[in-house]
């Protein structure tokens, strides 16, 4: 499992782990890995489970851009923010997709086919090898070229399908560093899971807090202009309340907020609730 954090994440895990005995660890438990993404590095550690979790350091890298993780079908990013401690705001970005346009495919007379999965492999692998594709000829008849250009090929029959974007962002101070850093960030993301601790009216307490109110993320919805807006994170002194929140919401055209349920988790029982399970239905008043 990897974990990725801010400076101090790896200290604050170690504590985390310290806590509890592992005389019975196991030689097939898992590996807890800890990457602490810095300004211009990240370490790694590892907390290896055989071994109690004991912390083990595994080096440094320089960091040149924001990427701190992908695979082929996605790419994360982070930035460092300021929370009264450094925290991380994260974007995922959904792979640029493969598309092919149907019309473009007929213009150029090409039967779709099993060519094109070896294409999609061919394009997303970065090979330059070249391509077998299916042709049209007159009549019913096809005809097989080689294609030693697959980049060409597809770039002729591509189809535009945007990607999508997730963009994470809580528990962070409204300074002017912040809103730089967010603005240049997050714009345009297709959805942002955004902090919104506060009501307007409570704006000292998400200064003093380091929080965002609804007047903030009114603000930062038209800098970002986000598909879809999910503020979270509400402060829990707006129980029953949270409806009020919604209403003090001004998104821009275009931007669509996504509600919260009023309640996350079942309300608390009470005796009156579970009255017929503690007595049976016979019993008397005296017995009870």
Known sequence: ????????????????????????????????????????????????????????????????GREIWSCRYASVEAELLDHKIPVLSFRVRERTHFVVDSKRLEHQELVPGEWIRD??????GGSRESVVVQKRLAGE???????????????????????ASLGYLCDVGWTMENIAKIEAFLEGVTLLC???????????????????????????????????????????????????????????????????PDHLVPAPLKVGDVEGWLYPPDSTPESK
Not at 28 to 42: A, D, K, N, S
Not at 143 to 153: I, K, M, R, T
């Open 1 to 64: 499992m990897d974990i990725f954090g801010p400076p101090g994440i790896a200290e604050r895990v170690d504590h985390l782990l310290s806590g509890f005995d592992w005389n019975l660890s196991e030689p097939t438990w898992f590996t807890l890995r800890v990457h602490e993404i810095h300004q211009q590095r990240e370490l790694r550690f590892s907390f290896i489970g055989s071994e109690g979790f004991a912390r083990r350091f595994d080096g440094e890298e320089p960091r040149s």
């Open 141 to 163: 008849e096809h005809c097989y070229e080689e294609v030693n250009d697959p980049e060409l090929l597809y770039g002729i029959i591509r189809g535009d399908r945007p990607s």
């Open 194 to 260: 955004v902090d919104c601790s506060f009501f307007a009216a409570d704006v000292g307490k998400a200064r003093i807090s380091y929080h965002l109110c609804t007047e903030d993320l009114n603000s930062l919805a038209v800098r970002l202009a986000p598909r879809y807006l999910l503020p979270m994170h509400l402060s829990k002194i707006y129980l029953r309340r949270t409806f009020q929140l919604y209403e003090e919401l001004h998104p821009p055209p275009g931007s669509i907020i996504l509600r919260l």
């Open 119 to 124: 294409l999609k492999s061919r394009i997303w």
